[in-house]
């Protein structure tokens, strides 16, 4: 099992910035992949970011990309998301994950969810 805990969320104004932080426990962190999805309002949760278990894949969704950055810290058991230049289509519910596997791709798919923080862009 892996326990997942994000924080950094809140609000924001179009074009600023946040970091979301997930804090992992319970399996050795370099163990799983791990990364970041979201859900709006409505909308399926869909992912946006991943880090292969070393660190040496990065995927990005299109959306994001350019935008968006992924990393990991191995030592601290802590993945991070910078966000910059936010836009209100930004605005959802980012949940920490984890997966059993070496990277996310093909299968994207989370094995451990972290419990959603809020992140709202204002326009």
């Known amino acids: 099992q892996v326990q997942l805990v994000e924080s950094g969320g809140g609000l924001v104004q179009a074009g600023g910035s946040l970091r979301l932080s997930c804090a992992a426990s319970g399996r050795t962190f370099s163990s799983v992949a791990m990364g970041w999805f979201r859900q709006a309002p409505g909308k399926e949760r869909e992912f946006i970011a991943g880090?292969?278990?070393?660190?040496?894949?990065?995927d990005y969704a299109d959306s994001v990309k350019g935008r968006f950055t992924i990393s990991r810290d191995n030592a601290k058991n802590t993945v991070y998301l910078q966000m910059n230049s936010l836009k209100a289509e930004d605005t959802a519910v980012y949940y920490c994950?984890?997966?059993?596997?070496?990277?996310?791709?093909?299968?994207?798919?989370?094995?451990?969810w972290g419990q959603g923080t809020q992140v709202t862009v204002s326009s």
């Open positions: 994950a984890a997966k059993d596997g070496y990277s996310w791709f093909p299968s994207p798919k989370a094995d451990y």
């Open positions: 880090k292969s278990r070393s660190g040496g894949i990065t």
